[in-house]
């Protein structure tokens, strides 16, 4: 995606060789008022909703599962074009998850904090085909854990929908080797002396 790279060039902000801040990015719509966040952007959501959308159309998805919480309005925006429920795990138990969870540690790249993910067992069956979707693709931790958490349903990975992938960390690869289908919208090779490159 053309439009996301010219995005990430001009308005993300390299913090160091490993993260990429993605905050401060503006919507592709004609409106000047500035975005926030970029994955709170209407108009960038439905483009990447699209996108996904798209690339999937024919995988038989039946559930779309991300984690919370930047992760939730690309799953949302693709779920709605795909006409599939979406489903976000939880970072935090709450109050109202009191059955048995299906739930995986994750290690938080950005926070450097463990914690554990969760997923209420009646919202995945062994029948789903589930497209995991995540704002960035670092070492893979999130994306484990809710493979864990959907092979543990039963359910079957139909593949891995990712914003931005970092392909110089060992996310990408390890879900290559494990023979899943992963789309990247935007895939950095390097974000070495503040520079922005990009796998075309
Ligand atoms: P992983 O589990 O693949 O190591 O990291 C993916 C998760 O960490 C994503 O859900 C995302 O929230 C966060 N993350 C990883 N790398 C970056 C980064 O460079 N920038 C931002 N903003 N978040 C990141």
Known sequence: MEALHQKIREQGIVLSDQVLKASTFRTWSESTKPCSRIFWCNASMKLIGDEFAARFTDSGITKIVTIEASGIAPAIMTGLNLGVPVIFAR???????????????????????ESTVAISPRHLTSSDRVLIIDDFLANGKASQALISIIKQAGATVAGLGIVIEKSFQGGRAELDSQGYRVESLARVKSLTGGVVTFIE
Do not use: D, G, I
């Open 91 to 113: 970072k935090q138990q709450s109050l109202t998850l009191t059955e048995n969870l299906l739930s995986a540690t994750v290690y938080s790249f950005t926070k450097k904090t």
